[in-house]
């Protein structure tokens, strides 16, 4: 069984910055190449919606609504993924979730349901 915690969340103002982490723990990994895992964030009265993933080969990708202001990256010695936001926009408030599975997640690593695994969610919030 796979656990994620999630931390970082808070609020800034909008054009700020925040880097979100993912603690992925309750297994013994070959390494986090084993998982496909991803960020999704749902808004206030919005669908859980994916924002940037990273498959088990290492391949990135991002929604069009945070692409080149986001980066999802990984530390496999601490099995740790993170999220590094920059220029926050209001509309990026909302909840945020780590997601994952085992495997490779293509070519449905942007919907919500290969990924069994989920953490609990961190806060951001966008003040404009």
């Known amino acids: 069984q796979v656990q994620l915690v999630e931390s970082g969340g808070g609020s800034v103002q909008a054009g700020g910055s925040l880097r979100l982490s993912c603690a992925v723990a309750?297994?013994?990994?070959?390494?986090?190449?084993?998982?496909?895992m991803a960020w999704f964030r749902q808004g206030p009265g919005k669908e859980r919606e994916g924002s940037a993933f990273?498959?088990?080969?290492?391949?990135?990708s991002y929604a069009d609504s945070v692409e080149g202001r986001v980066t999802i990256s990984q530390d496999t010695a601490k099995s740790t993924l993170y999220l590094q936001m920059n220029s926050l926009k209001h509309e990026d408030t909302a909840l945020y979730y780590c997601?994952?599975?085992?495997?490779?997640?293509?070519?449905?690593?942007?919907?919500?349901?290969?990924?069994?695994?989920w953490g609990q969610g961190t806060q951001v919030t966008v003040s404009s």
């Open positions: 997601a994952a599975r085992f495997g490779p997640c293509a070519p449905v690593c942007r919907r919500t349901e290969p990924y069994p695994f």
């Open positions: 309750g297994y013994r990994p070959s390494g986090l190449s084993e998982l496909s």
């Open positions: 990273i498959d088990k080969y290492g391949a990135r």
